[in-house]
């Protein structure tokens, strides 16, 4: 279907059944119970969830397939916000618009940025990047303010003239962007029982762009462009030998990466019509970097799976304090209760970078494929016998 | 002509810590082809072993004093550290002050164990890794290592002032009037500097090192055991490291992110430097420390806007651009 072979449309629809039934899965401990704060079924999370699915996806068409490691993604998306938030005061509400610029823009910059940075490889480029975006992050603090609102951020006003739009709705505020009308603020409130799903008209444009976003990808990853990419990974050496030119399909490769990125602050800008630098600055490029890593380099959906995991553990984990811990462990005789609270302590709430620090650290030294190889190998557990049988077709190894 | 003294004398402090910082960098990418993103946690751990040290010294009893009452009519309850309680009044006042000098002697021993534990413990197992592999599990243990210290000493600067003696202001010449404490971070420094490179320049176990550098596994042929002498190599750039960061606790106050605030530029400067080459390395640290402080000049914002944030990542790329190995980067290493 949509010309992907049978697996990869399993695939496809599994992530597009999983997205649009997130309010469910999200959700699924009752309203009142103890376990709710376990609950991401809100739309803010959930949104931000299909965001940084995106920008994470767009960072392993770079990363994943020819190997660059950008250390200054975020700029990209920090561009795509500004320029949506500019559409909004300059344009109209529809977030159509704000999107398209956001991605343009964020495309031609990432072309200037790619043109210079990709001359050089490995680290220099790592450096190259990281330089770049703080560059762009140092700009947008201070010298760039007319454009960027500096520390506080761009915001609306009901000053804006908004061409296509009103100034301000009749009641005098300023208006909520929406998609043709229909608000992205809007939702509505499902209550079975003692459960309660939410389903905001934000979430569901977010997951529809980011399911096209992620068919994208796919077929990327399956075209020979991305065959080409892959080979630039592999041994880039080898491939300049063959007499051929590498540098535009890494320049397209960092190119397309960034209109991803783009296309998530414009997303996010939708959602909340803020930009602010610190969206640029090389923590959030890092950030990016670990989701990516997390969920697994190179593969389809381990990105998205990496941006969830990341984004779920920075807001859930992060709500749990000691009073919380107290009450798990209040099964426990006194001593012994106060003990494993102390212990745990240290790990959640405020404390949850040092959980994601051990986690990534765990992942990169034991795992390097990330989630999907976790994954993979249990898979292999269950399927033992199966896989020895294939071996004697698999033991032939690449010449290298 | 006092204006120009005084910006490069103001590029020189910065200037310092960029080096000791790169030169650190510089010794672990040199012996070990590892990249190191954790180093500016190392410079953040030296900050708080200063810190460490002036709780430690500042520990103290309480007694009450039955002559005096508090403005509550208490009785007063006098605060002794025990160091004064130990070495009378006058000398424990002494000690107490010179905190932070003594922390470069707390600093040593711990930045080293910090060194050899993580060598063994983490980087041995990722020589033959990838570098996108050694940056990232180097990160993840940077921010382990921050949010450690998070947790134990808060998310506040913590001020860790420098001895009496040594605070306020010097006047070199007249109209030049310079903080007394960057001079001494400034010849600190050079102190270091100059005693890594005669280490390496003058001794038998620095012959070694440098022939490891050279060609690592000629000198494992000849019988020497140069695995052991780079993890030496990693201690003692720990502890370079962790000294620039005891010392800078008096310019700014530390807090745990003042290692990754660091750790970004650093990585400018070896670069520029060149990656693999030690003099680069210093060379680079006190040119864009200098620069970056004449670009923070009037004359030069009004010019060029904005030019004081960006022109140490300018300057990088530019280098990066038209000499492709640096400064003074060597032929061979990480040339791709």
Same mark, same amino acid.
């Given at each position: 279907?949509?010309?992907?072979?049978?697996?990869?449309?399993?695939?496809?629809?599994?992530?597009?059944l999983?997205?649009l039934?997130?309010?469910?899965?999200?959700?699924p401990?009752?309203?009142?119970?103890?376990l709710?704060?376990?609950?991401?079924g809100?739309?803010?999370?959930?949104?931000?969830?299909?965001?940084f699915?995106?920008?994470? @996806? #767009?960072?392993n068409? $770079?990363?994943?397939?020819?190997? %660059?490691? /950008?250390?200054?993604?975020a !700029? &990209?998306?920090?561009?795509?916000?500004?320029?949506?938030?500019?559409?909004?005061?300059?344009?109209?509400m529809?977030?159509i618009?704000?999107?398209?610029?956001?991605?343009?823009?964020a495309g031609?910059?990432?072309?200037? @940025? #790619?043109?210079?940075? $990709?001359r050089?490889s490995?680290i %220099?480029? /790592?450096i190259?990047?990281? !330089? &770049?975006?703080?560059?762009?992050f140092?700009?947008?603090?201070?010298?760039l303010?007319p454009?960027?609102?500096?520390?506080t951020?761009?915001?609306l006003?009901?000053e804006?003239?908004?061409?296509?739009?009103?100034?301000?709705?009749?009641?005098?505020?300023?208006?909520v962007?929406n998609?043709?009308?229909?608000?992205?603020?809007? !939702?509505?409130?499902?209550?079975i029982g003692?459960w309660?799903?939410?389903?905001?008209?934000?979430?569901?444009?977010c997951?529809?762009?980011?399911?096209?976003?992620f068919?994208?990808?796919?077929?990327?990853?399956?075209s020979?462009?991305?065959?080409?990419?892959?080979?630039?990974?592999?041994?880039?050496?080898?491939?300049?030998?063959?007499?051929?030119?590498?540098?535009?399909?890494?320049?397209?490769a960092?190119v397309?990466?960034g209109m991803?990125?783009?296309?998530?602050?414009?997303?996010?800008?939708?959602?909340?019509?803020?930009?602010?630098?610190?969206?640029?600055?090389?923590?959030?490029?890092g950030?990016?970097?670990?989701?990516?890593?997390?969920?697994g380099a190179?593969?389809?959906?381990?990105?998205?799976?990496?941006?969830?995991?990341?984004k779920?553990?920075?807001?859930?984990?992060s709500?749990?304090?000691?009073?919380v811990?107290?009450g798990?462990?209040a099964?426990?005789?006194?001593?012994?209760?106060?003990?494993?609270?102390?212990?745990?302590?240290?790990?959640?709430?405020?404390?949850?970078h040092?959980?994601?620090?051990?986690?990534?650290?765990?992942v990169?030294?034991?795992?390097?494929?990330?989630?999907?190889?976790?994954?993979?190998?249990?898979?292999?557990?269950?399927?033992r016998?199966?896989?020895?049988?294939?071996?004697?077709?698999?033991?032939?190894?690449?010449?290298? | 002509?006092?204006a120009i003294?005084?910006?490069?004398?103001n590029?020189?402090?910065?200037?310092s810590?960029?080096?000791?910082?790169?030169?650190?960098?510089?010794?672990?990418?040199?012996?070990?082809?590892?990249?190191?993103?954790?180093?500016?946690?190392?410079?953040?751990?030296?900050?708080?072993?200063a810190?460490?040290?002036?709780?430690?010294?500042?520990?103290s009893?309480?007694t009450i004093?039955?002559?005096?009452?508090?403005?509550l009519?208490?009785?007063?309850k006098?605060?002794?550290p025990?160091?004064e309680?130990?070495?009378g009044?006058?000398?424990?006042?002494?000690?107490?002050?010179?905190?932070v000098?003594?922390?470069?002697?707390?600093?040593?021993p711990?930045?080293?164990?910090?060194?050899?534990?993580?060598e063994r413990?983490?980087?041995?197992?990722?020589?033959?890794?990838?570098?996108?592999?050694?940056?990232?599990?180097?990160?993840?243990?940077a921010?382990?290592?921050?949010?450690?210290?998070?947790?134990?000493?808060?998310?506040?600067p913590?001020?860790?002032?420098?001895p009496?003696l040594?605070s306020?202001v010097?006047?070199?010449?007249?109209?030049?009037?310079?903080?007394?404490?960057?001079?001494v971070?400034?010849?600190f420094?050079?102190?270091?500097?100059?005693?890594?490179f005669?280490?390496?320049?003058?001794?038998?176990?620095?012959?070694?090192?440098?022939?490891?550098?050279?060609?690592?596994?000629?000198?494992g042929l000849?019988?020497?055991d140069?695995?052991?002498?780079?993890?030496?190599?990693?201690?003692?750039a720990?502890?370079v490291?962790?000294?620039?960061?005891?010392?800078?606790?008096?310019?700014?106050?530390?807090?745990?992110?003042?290692?990754?605030?660091?750790?970004?530029l650093s990585?400018?400067?070896?670069?520029?430097?060149?990656?693999?080459?030690?003099?680069?390395?210093?060379?680079?640290g006190?040119?864009?420390?200098?620069?970056?402080?004449?670009?923070?000049?009037?004359?030069?914002?009004?010019?060029?806007?904005?030019i004081?944030?960006?022109?140490?990542?300018l300057?990088?790329?530019?280098i990066?651009?038209?000499?492709?190995?640096?400064?003074?980067?060597?032929?061979?290493?990480?040339?791709d």
């Open positions: 279907m949509f010309g992907l072979d049978k697996k990869d449309t399993t695939l496809l629809l599994v992530v597009a999983l997205t039934l997130a309010p469910f899965i999200l959700n401990f009752p309203t009142d119970s103890g709710a704060q376990f609950n991401a809100y739309p803010d999370l959930m949104q931000r969830f299909v965001i699915g995106i920008f994470a @996806i #767009g960072f068409i $770079l990363f994943g397939l020819t190997g %660059y490691l /950008s250390f200054g993604h !700029a &990209f998306l920090g561009v795509g916000s500004y320029s949506a938030v500019w559409m909004f005061k300059l344009l109209s529809n977030i618009p704000a999107i398209v610029l956001s991605v343009v823009i031609l910059f990432a072309l200037v @940025i #790619g043109y210079v940075s $990709l050089r490995g %220099y480029f /790592s190259l990047t990281l !330089a &770049f975006a703080q560059m762009s140092a700009l947008a603090y201070s010298v303010t454009i960027t609102n500096g520390e951020g761009l915001q006003t009901l804006d003239p908004r061409i296509l739009g009103t100034s301000a709705t009749a009641d005098g505020s300023i208006p962007t998609l043709f009308g229909l608000e992205m603020r809007s !939702a509505t409130d499902l209550v003692p309660s799903f939410t389903f905001s008209a934000g979430y569901y444009v997951a529809i762009v980011m399911l096209v976003a068919y994208l990808a796919i077929r990327i990853f399956r020979p462009f991305g065959m080409m990419l892959r080979a630039i990974k592999s041994n880039q050496n080898r491939l300049n030998y063959t007499g051929l030119n590498s540098r535009p399909y890494t320049l397209a960092f397309i990466s991803y990125a783009g296309l998530a602050g414009g997303l996010m800008a939708s959602m909340d019509p803020l930009a602010g630098a610190e969206r640029m600055q090389w923590t959030a490029s950030e990016v970097v670990l989701m990516t890593i997390l969920g190179g593969t389809l959906i381990g990105p998205v799976l990496g941006a969830g995991m990341i779920y553990f920075e807001n859930i984990f709500k749990i304090n000691d009073n811990l107290h798990w462990f099964w426990m005789p006194d001593g012994i209760e106060d003990l494993t609270v102390a212990i745990i302590h240290p790990f959640i709430g405020k404390g949850w040092l959980t994601l620090g051990i986690l990534f650290m765990l990169v030294i034991f795992l390097p494929g990330g989630l999907v190889e976790g994954g993979q190998r249990i898979m292999r557990l269950f399927s016998k199966k896989a020895t049988k294939d071996d004697k077709s698999k033991a032939k190894q690449p010449a290298e | 002509m006092d003294i005084l910006q490069i004398l590029g020189l402090d910065k200037g810590a960029y080096a000791l910082i790169a030169l650190g960098l510089t010794l672990i990418f040199g012996t070990l082809g590892v990249v190191n993103f954790a180093h500016g946690a190392l410079f953040m751990i030296g900050a708080f072993c810190v460490t040290l002036q709780r430690l010294l500042n520990l009893f309480e004093d039955p002559d005096k009452t508090d403005f009519g208490q009785p007063l006098v605060k002794t025990y160091v309680s130990w070495f009044p006058d000398v424990g006042a002494t000690i107490i002050d010179w905190s000098p003594l922390a470069i002697l707390f600093a040593i711990i930045m080293l164990v910090i060194g050899f534990v993580m413990g983490l980087i041995k197992h990722f020589y033959k890794r990838p570098h996108a592999d050694q940056i990232l599990v180097t990160f993840g243990l921010i382990v290592l921050q949010e450690i210290i998070k947790a134990n000493f808060g998310a506040n913590i001020q860790t002032p420098a009496e040594l306020g010097a006047t070199l010449m007249d109209g030049v009037v310079y903080p007394v404490w960057r001079i971070y400034f010849c420094a050079a102190l270091i500097i100059g005693g890594v005669a280490f390496l320049q003058f001794t038998t176990f620095g012959m070694v090192v440098r022939a490891g550098m050279a060609d690592r596994e000629t000198v000849l019988g020497i140069i695995d052991r002498r780079f993890t030496i190599m990693f201690g003692l720990a502890a490291a962790g000294l620039a960061g005891v010392m800078y606790g008096p310019i700014n106050a530390p807090n745990y992110h003042m290692g990754m605030d660091f750790l970004v990585f400018v400067v070896v670069v520029v430097g060149g990656m693999g080459s030690l003099p680069g390395a210093v060379l680079a006190f040119v864009l420390g200098i620069l970056e402080s004449f670009a923070s000049t009037t004359w030069a914002t009004t010019t060029i806007p904005g004081n944030q960006i022109i140490i990542y300057v990088a790329i530019i990066l651009l038209t000499r492709p190995r640096g400064l003074m980067g060597r032929a061979g290493v990480m040339e």
